[in-house]
């Protein structure tokens, strides 16, 4: 019988069917063609009609009672209606970073960038943070033989303005959200607000294609990116360094937290499709700013990592243990 794995996030779901090793179908939707989960898991399970023993299906959102109400999505998900639904006998729902978290075991040297390469053979707890169209962090627990992830959902702690500026952000987003998160700030919709809050305050000029893209309602993120990569804009390269920099420190608040001496990874979609700006020393110098803890900040590796899928192999990793 088949195993199902599943990553949804808030912009896309991906699902793969295996039995064994060998890869019976693997495909991506995007969600915002789809009125519920089972709408698009159906979608994907008419195209191979297989017996299916179990399934593993990471969700961008808390999980509680094996239910799930997606973060960035209209979506509720339970995974017994689930099971019900499609005749799985055992569906069980993780947090997306969990998943995430899952599949780092799984990857290759060659599939990570090293941003640090920190103390040599470094071991004990390691921690995630993935920015994408949301925010995501997980800790992996360090055993004494091996790591066991596990999810949080620390990007939605209050966001914490480190200078003047940043002190103004926050008031900036208040006013539109209520309540600020670093899932405000560091996320494909983070990048959005760090533009419009430059502009609007008139810090920055304005961009006419990135504003184009506002108007017409399609990706500022996307084109906010491409405008500091390849346009050299001006203030498109501000937006985005600033971006880094924040992710940077956020990135360094989690390490502290967990006490990831094993490893920071960054994860998400958004790193990889502008790694030239990461490679500058905008992440690290932000990342290792925390005063009295700079030197042990400095001894974790923090690698980035480049497969778009780890998510999806986690969650098939995790449903082929035996505890599953």
Not at 11 to 36: A, D, H, I, P
Not at 52 to 79: F, M, V
Not at 198 to 227: C, H, M, N, T
Request: charged content about 25%; overall charge positive.
């Amino acid at each position: 019988m088949a195993v199902l794995a599943g990553d949804v996030g808030g912009t896309k779901s991906r699902f793969l069917l295996k039995q064994g090793e060998k890869v019976l179908l693997k495909e991506k939707f995007y969600n915002r063609y789809y009125e519920s989960f089972s709408e698009v898991l159906k979608d994907f399970l008419t195209k191979k009609r297989v017996k299916i023993s179990k399934a593993c299906l990471g969700i961008a959102g808390p999980i509680l009672h094996n239910r799930c109400a997606a973060t960035n999505l209209p979506w509720e998900i339970d995974g017994s209606f689930l099971s019900s639904e499609f005749k799985i006998p055992k569906v069980r729902l993780i947090n997306d970073m969990e998943a995430n978290a899952y599949g780092i075991s799984c990857l290759k040297k060659e599939e990570f960038v090293v941003l640090n390469p920190g103390e040599k053979d470094a071991k004990g707890h390691a921690a995630l943070i993935s920015a994408g169209t949301g925010l995501g962090e997980a800790g992996l627990f360090w055993s004494g033989k091996g790591h066991r992830p596990f999810a949080t959902e620390g990007s939605h702690a209050d966001f914490a303005p480190r200078n003047e500026l940043e002190i103004h952000l926050l008031c900036y987003l208040k006013k539109k959200y209520g309540h600020v998160s670093y899932e405000r700030a560091v996320s494909g919709m983070g990048i959005a607000n760090l533009y419009r809050f430059l502009v609007d305050q008139g810090v920055e000029k304005s961009s006419l294609a990135v504003e184009k893209v506002f108007e017409e309602g399609g990706d500022p993120p996307e084109a906010i990116s491409e405008g500091a990569l390849k346009l050299k804009d001006k203030t498109c390269l501000r937006v985005m360094e600033w971006f880094i920099s924040l992710y940077g420190a956020e990135a360094g608040n989690v390490a502290l937290k967990f006490l990831s001496k094993g490893g920071l990874y960054v994860g998400g979609g958004i790193a990889p499709k502008i790694l030239p700006l990461f490679k500058k020393e905008t992440f690290m110098t932000a990342f290792v700013d925390k005063g009295r803890f700079c030197d042990l900040l400095k001894q974790i590796p923090v690698k980035i990592i480049l497969n778009e899928e780890t998510a999806l192999i986690g969650a098939a990793a995790h449903a082929s243990e035996k505890e599953f």
